[in-house]
């Protein structure tokens, strides 16, 4: 028994190590970076959209990253595979570009090129959808469709983890809390590498958010959220590809995890389908910045950036633990049950919002009735007096 025991621990020793090394080296290099970022005026300035009232350091993104990319490299050297290096010159692409986009402010097309050729590389070279294991009775999909999914889900997970990056603390908690969960089924598919990248990146993120988390000392900017968006897109392909399909126990052991990925992702997913759609419904550029993402409308409820990113972080995980009950259910059912799921959740967030302005509304006409009362009160006075 107690040889077992041991047997496992050392299974999972690397896992726990890698965490920890990224995490010490992340939580070591934020405060150069927060230094080095005033020094130099790399500050992102507060404007009418945005919550902070102070200039903030915008490159935190390049110590999470370089707390994942040092252990990654390791892991990669060791199994030396073409495609995880095309993988990794991938991300490195990603990350370059984040930092221009952090000095300089890239024109929006010129990042979504970028973004839409990383994806058609990374796909060539294996890493693509090739079967949804069900969903919307779709297994096998043509080599067109194959791409055409898999460029679409990597440019929208890393636009969503972008946008869904507005308060403290919240897209990197997100980001470590699904990098944990995909870990774990990467473990349970017997992918090491994979899974050993993914428990690396969540210790980045959990030193990062030492200084990301209310009061924020440092954001991630583009930098860090496109390595984010990126990584989470990544990690997810890799799972739903996870498993070959050679009989009925595999093909419902796939599915499981499809449904699992999906709700790993949702929240940020729904949430950049609704404001856009909203936009267009509004006859509006979707691509219009405005403040009605769910973080903005949670701030506007009263609630404050660490209660906010805490009660999204509970919305996460809630819809990861559904998607872990369904995982045996119809995935069709499934995946439309967890949109369902996080529609309510969200709805819910601007009901109160529309509940307390309809409140507000009230109470401000009723102060401007007692006005009134009081100024006729004072009228007859006078007119009594003369």
Same mark, same amino acid.
Request: glycine share 8%.
């Given at each position: 028994?107690?040889?077992?025991?041991?047997?496992?621990?050392?299974?999972?020793?690397?896992?726990?190590?890698?965490?920890?090394?990224?995490?010490?080296?992340?939580?070591?290099?934020?405060?150069?970076?927060?230094?080095?970022?005033?020094?130099?005026?790399?500050?992102?300035?507060?404007?009418?959209?945005?919550?902070?009232?102070?200039?903030?350091?915008?490159?935190?993104?390049?110590?999470?990253?370089?707390?994942?990319?040092?252990?990654? #490299?390791?892991?990669? *050297? !060791?199994? &030396?595979? =073409? $495609?995880?290096?095309?993988?990794?010159?991938? /991300?490195?692409? +990603?990350?370059?570009?984040?930092?221009?986009?952090?000095?300089?402010?890239?024109?929006?097309?010129?990042?979504?090129?970028?973004?839409?050729?990383?994806?058609?590389?990374?796909?060539?070279?294996?890493?693509?959808?090739?079967?949804?294991?069900?969903?919307?009775?779709?297994?096998?999909?043509?080599?067109?469709?194959?791409?055409?999914?898999?460029?679409?889900?990597?440019?929208?997970?890393?636009?969503?983890?972008?946008?869904?990056?507005?308060?403290?603390?919240?897209?990197?908690?997100?980001?470590?809390?699904?990098?944990?969960?995909?870990?774990?089924?990467?473990? #349970?598919?017997?992918? *090491? !590498?994979? &899974?050993? =990248? $993914?428990?690396?990146?969540?210790?980045?993120? /959990?030193?990062? +958010?030492?200084?990301?988390?209310?009061?924020?000392?440092?954001?991630?900017?583009?930098?860090?959220?496109?390595?984010?968006?990126?990584?989470?897109?990544?990690?997810?392909?890799?799972?739903?590809?996870?498993?070959?399909?050679?009989?009925?126990?595999?093909?419902?052991?796939?599915?499981?995890?499809?449904?699992?990925?999906?709700?790993?992702?949702?929240?940020?997913?729904?949430?950049?389908?609704?404001?856009?759609?909203?936009?267009?419904?509004?006859?509006?550029?979707?691509?219009?910045?405005?403040?009605?993402?769910?973080?903005?409308?949670?701030?506007?409820?009263?609630?404050?950036?660490?209660?906010?990113?805490?009660? =999204?972080?509970?919305?996460?995980?809630?819809?990861?633990?559904?998607?872990?009950?369904?995982?045996?259910?119809?995935?069709?059912?499934?995946?439309?049950?967890?949109?369902?799921?996080?529609?309510?959740?969200?709805?819910?967030?601007?009901?109160?919002?529309?509940?307390?302005?309809?409140?507000?509304?009230?109470?401000?006409?009723?102060?401007?009735?007692?006005?009134?009362?009081?100024?006729?009160?004072?009228?007859?006075?006078?007119?009594?007096?003369?």
């Amino acid at each position: 028994m107690q040889a077992e025991e041991t047997s496992t621990y050392s299974e999972y020793m690397p896992f726990i190590l890698s965490f920890l090394t990224a995490f010490v080296i992340t939580l070591l290099l934020i405060p150069l970076i927060i230094k080095l970022s005033h020094k130099y005026q790399l500050v992102d300035k507060p404007d009418q959209r945005k919550v902070h009232k102070a200039p903030i350091p915008t490159l935190g993104g390049i110590g999470f990253f370089a707390g994942f990319i040092g252990i990654a #490299l390791i892991w990669m *050297i !060791l199994r &030396a595979r =073409l $495609a995880d290096v095309v993988m990794l010159g991938g /991300l490195v692409t +990603l990350f370059t570009m984040g930092i221009f986009d952090d000095m300089l402010d890239l024109r929006a097309s010129l990042k979504f090129l970028i973004q839409i050729g990383v994806a058609l590389i990374i796909s060539y070279f294996g890493f693509r959808i090739t079967t949804l294991n069900g969903v919307f009775g779709i297994y096998e999909m043509p080599v067109w469709a194959q791409y055409a999914f898999s460029v679409f889900l990597i440019t929208g997970l890393i636009n969503a983890f972008n946008l869904i990056d507005g308060i403290d603390g919240l897209a990197g908690g997100l980001a470590f809390i699904n990098s944990l969960v995909l870990g774990s089924i990467l473990i #349970l598919q017997h992918n *090491i !590498l994979f &899974a050993l =990248l $993914a428990f690396t990146f969540a210790g980045a993120l /959990l030193g990062f +958010l030492k200084y990301n988390f209310n009061p924020a000392k440092i954001f991630m900017g583009d930098t860090g959220s496109l390595v984010i968006g990126f990584l989470m897109a990544f990690f997810g392909i890799v799972v739903i590809s996870g498993e070959k399909i050679e009989s009925a126990e595999a093909l419902k052991l796939s599915s499981g995890f499809t449904i699992i990925v999906v709700g790993t992702l949702l929240l940020p997913v729904y949430d950049t389908l609704r404001v856009f759609s909203e936009r267009i419904l509004k006859k509006s550029s979707p691509f219009k910045p405005d403040r009605t993402h769910v973080h903005h409308l949670l701030i506007e409820t009263g609630a404050r950036h660490k209660r906010a990113s805490i009660i =999204l972080y509970f919305a996460n995980i809630t819809i990861i633990a559904l998607s872990y009950l369904l995982r045996h259910s119809n995935p069709s059912f499934s995946i439309l049950l967890l949109f369902v799921t996080a529609a309510v959740l969200s709805e819910s967030i601007n009901l109160k919002r529309l509940l307390m302005e309809i409140a507000l509304g009230r109470k401000a006409e009723e102060n401007t009735q007692k006005i009134v009362e009081e100024n006729r009160f004072l009228e007859d006075i006078i007119d009594k007096e003369n």
